[in-house]
């Protein structure tokens, strides 16, 4: 297998979505099509589309290598051609909704680091300039940790302080939450430690009274209220600002780290709007989380800090390396979790990432959480989110009730995933998607009307999960805590089980309908027009569950400790059952049927509790759910979502088993058209002009002759454009009767005949070939792991067809009966 490729732009489809945003745009503004006819009109909101990928220097292209070995370029390396010593300005970047060209980026790397390396031996400056560039990567890694953080730190402080706020206000100043308003009151006591006289609920505050029906009524209200206001401002802000602001994010940056660009989705318009936003979502009491949108927006940091450095800036790999790190980073500052998101970048995100990635990604979340700790936005000092100290080691057999727990979240996550993925294509298909300020709060309204009564929805979802892990103590107030204290001679933290009180099956209750309200509410918000993540959510759920098993659990084993599961190893007066231990693994457990992480999922988990004795009941949960959920859709919601998009994503996990052959996917077939290409040495300047005009396609094979079709190279578009327009302008004698060539001896002309154009150096002599019986389960293999955009069939060397990204993503939406024109075009 040949250790190159030839990705080129692939502008496929005309979206009404992009991402989960149907109103951003009418439809996509392209340059050309790899393979069919497909025009595509219209254009990007103007505010984005120069926040990604900006125009180019026009020194970009200067001492660019080609990878086909023949032309020449700095310090003697090979250059693309001569016609490109001054390009035009665009040359070197990418058309919107395209993808790079993976081995041409790196080879331009390669090129600019020879030729740095060659220069720092001749003085002290270029030395000086080569150790700089060697250490920009770190810095940039600094830089990003330190704005990730920063905005991290930020976000938590004010989503806590808007949160509380639909509840009511601080006299000492409205800018305190519940908690740093009571913190230095000397009224509060330990019983009611959330009640000081500094902090007035809305009751209060207008009828002068926090008891009786109609104080309730007056809290409800403004509960509603303020729930719609905050959802209305986000959804809002991201309809007028920055529609690539809405939704997760992390199918998008999936997809852009497979070498898409989408321009404007990682800018800064984007990153202001989802940041304010994001906190305005949160707080609204919406069933989301802000774990998903922060990984936006460290990529977001990222991809902004990459315009400093002009490596990152002038190179889309490399670019893209950095990006892998910030969704590291993005993880890291969502859990405090930098070793998860590490993983969770290698695992879920990246497409390409190379040890030297996985180091800086090391250091960067490393600095990200440092910073977050010094915020200190949970207010515990520590770096954890959900602090878990359990008294009591778990038992063997609690692996059975743990792998319950598993099935459970499997069976949840599957059903989730197609539910949701239901709702947005008929969010996208009827009328639903016409209205997604409506739909915000309509949602929004039914959500905070349903919450309010119900103390466990009522509370903010990390709150929640924070109470469901929790280990009760004597120090606890909690009804989930408030058992009936019988025989405590113990001078410890540590409690016995005890049976339970009212106050206990009345909180069971309650979370019974806060984990049906979840289950429900969940699957119409996630994709809705504004941020949302799905991690917080998730993990709710499977704490709701979890938490339920453990009481029960709990029960059981204090008045049955008799029974064959318990004898042994729980005597009466023992603290044999930790609920708040099975409210951990039912989360990781609901998270990993969603998601499908395994390794990372594990990490982060302990990392966000610091439960490290924990790892074998996670371990346990986290498969069973991804073995069960994986038993009825292979897919993961953001692999579903990118499928719903039609984002060219060839998934490294999806399994091609099918018998096929090269030459029952490629084109031409027998009822198209011969396959448009070009001939060595018979062509005109004005043929070729004419081929490019009445033709979509980004490349075209170059064979001997017609007759023969005998393969000869392959020429991009883009660069065949760019040599003659530069060959009219600079060499004398071009025009449109002169002979285009692309061999490597140019025959002698008569002189009455207008100059020809050497056009051999812009053609790659090694375009990436198979034959037309290759299996293609190895084609789609070799598409995957070189990354490419199109091959050449050929049989005995005589050119028969191509097969190109898109025709692979089709043939396999065939195999699995999907419609394939709904997998690329929505």
């Known amino acids: 297998m040949r250790d190159r490729q030839t990705v080129a732009a692939c502008p496929y489809f005309v979206m009404e979505n992009a991402g989960y945003c149907d109103e951003s745009f009418n439809s996509l503004q392209s340059g050309t099509s790899d393979e069919d006819m497909v025009e595509i009109a219209g254009a990007t909101l103007d505010f984005s589309s120069t926040d990604d990928v900006p125009p180019l220097d026009r020194d970009y292209v200067s001492g660019y290598t080609s990878y086909n070995g023949v032309t020449e370029g700095v310090n003697g390396v090979p250059k693309l051609m001569d016609l490109l010593d001054e390009p035009l300005p665009g040359v070197g970047t990418y058309e919107d909704f395209n993808t790079i060209d993976w081995v041409r980026e790196k080879s331009k790397d390669r090129d600019r680091h020879r030729e740095i390396t060659n220069k720092s031996k001749e003085s002290t400056w270029a030395l000086m300039k080569s150790v700089s560039d060697a250490f920009s990567g770190w810095l940039l890694m600094l830089l990003i940790g330190l704005m990730a953080g920063a905005l991290a730190g930020g976000i938590d402080i004010s989503a806590h302080w808007l949160t509380d706020l639909k509840g009511g206000v601080c006299l000492n100043g409205f800018w305190f939450n519940h908690e740093h308003c009571c913190w230095n009151s000397n009224e509060t006591t330990f019983v009611e430690r959330d009640k000081c006289p500094q902090w007035k609920s809305w009751a209060e505050l207008i009828i002068g009274t926090a008891e009786g029906s109609f104080a309730y009524i007056v809290n409800y209200v403004m509960y509603v209220c303020w729930a719609l206001l905050f959802a209305f401002l986000a959804v809002s802000l991201v309809r007028a600002f920055a529609p690539y602001a809405c939704g997760s994010g992390i199918p998008e940056i999936k997809t852009i780290l497979s070498g898409f660009i989408i321009r404007g989705y990682l800018g800064k318009w984007t990153l202001v709007i989802k940041t304010i936003t994001l906190v305005l979502a949160v707080s609204s009491g919406l069933s989301l989380g802000k774990e998903g949108p922060l990984i936006h927006v460290a990529c977001c940091c990222g991809n902004i800090l990459c315009h400093v450095f002009t490596k990152y800036r002038k190179n889309e790999a490399k670019r893209r390396e950095v990006l892998s790190a910030a969704a590291a980073v993005g ?111 309509v949602v929004t309204a039914v959500t905070a009307v349903l919450a309010f009564p119900n103390e466990y929805t009522r509370m903010s979802t990390s709150e929640l999960i924070s109470e469901l892990f929790n280990d009760c103590t004597l120090l606890d107030s909690s009804k989930l805590c408030d058992y009936i204290n019988v025989n405590i001679t113990k001078s410890s933290n540590e409690l016995a089980d005890r049976p339970a009180s009212t106050n206990v099956y009345m909180a069971m209750w309650q979370l019974a309908l806060a984990l049906v309200f979840k289950m429900l509410i969940t699957v119409v918000t996630f994709g809705m027009k504004v941020p949302s993540g799905l991690f917080i959510p998730s993990m709710a759920v499977g704490a709701i569950a979890g938490r339920l098993l453990g009481v029960a659990m709990e029960q059981l084993a204090y ?41 990372s999922l594990v990490v982060i988990m302990f990392e966000l509790t610091g439960g490290l004795e924990y790892i074998v009941p996670l371990m346990a949960a986290a498969m069973t759910s991804k073995w069960v959920a994986d038993a009825i859709g292979r897919e993961g919601i953001y692999e579903a979502h990118i499928r719903l998009n039609g984002y060219p994503f060839l998934e490294a996990k999806e399994e091609f088993s099918h018998k096929t052959l090269a030459m029952d ?73 002169s002979r285009v060539f692309f061999t490597e001896y140019t025959p002698p002309q008569a002189p009455s005949s207008p100059a020809p154009l050497k056009l051999r150096s812009v053609m790659d002599l090694s375009p990436f070939t198979v034959t037309d019986h290759t299996p293609m389960e190895i084609v789609v293999d070799i598409f995957r792991k070189l990354g490419l955009r199109q091959c050449l069939v050929t049989h005995n060397g005589r050119l028969l067809g191509i097969i190109t990204k898109k025709d692979i993503l089709k043939h396999m939406a065939q195999m699995a009966n999907r419609d394939p024109d709904s997998i690329l075009f929505n």
């Open 331 to 441: 993880v890291s500052v969502a859990f405090g979790a930098p070793i998860g998101g590490v993983l969770f970048s290698l695992e879920e995100v990246s497409y390409y990432f190379p040890l030297k990635t996985l180091w800086r990604s090391f250091f960067a979340a490393l600095v990200a959480a440092f910073t977050l700790r010094s915020i200190n936005p949970f207010g515990n000092s520590r770096l954890v989110l959900f602090y878990v100290e359990f008294h009591s080691p778990w038992h063997l057999l609690e692996l059975v009730p743990f792998i319950l727990l598993g099935i459970f979240g499997g069976l949840w996550g599957a059903a989730f995933i197609r539910a949701n993925i239901a709702w947005c294509r008929r969010r996208k298909t009827t009328r639903l998607g016409h209205y997604p300020v409506l739909e915000v709060l």
């Open 559 to 599: 008045y049955h400790h008799d029974w064959v599961i318990f004898r042994g190893w729980c005597s009466p007066g023992a603290d044999c059952i930790t609920p708040g231990l099975y409210a951990m693994v039912g989360a990781a457990a609901c998270l990993g049927g969603v998601t499908r992480m395994t390794v």
């Open 665 to 737: 996917v490629m084109r031409p077939r027998r009822s198209d058209p011969p396959l448009s290409v070009l001939t060595q040495d018979s062509m005109t300047v004005e043929d070729v002009e004419t081929l490019i005009t009445e033709t979509s396609y980004s490349g075209f094979p170059v064979v001997v002759s017609h007759e023969s079709q005998r393969l000869v190279g392959f020429a991009l578009r883009r660069d065949l454009t760019i040599s003659i327009e530069n060959a009219r302008r600079r060499q004398d004698g071009i025009v449109s009767t």
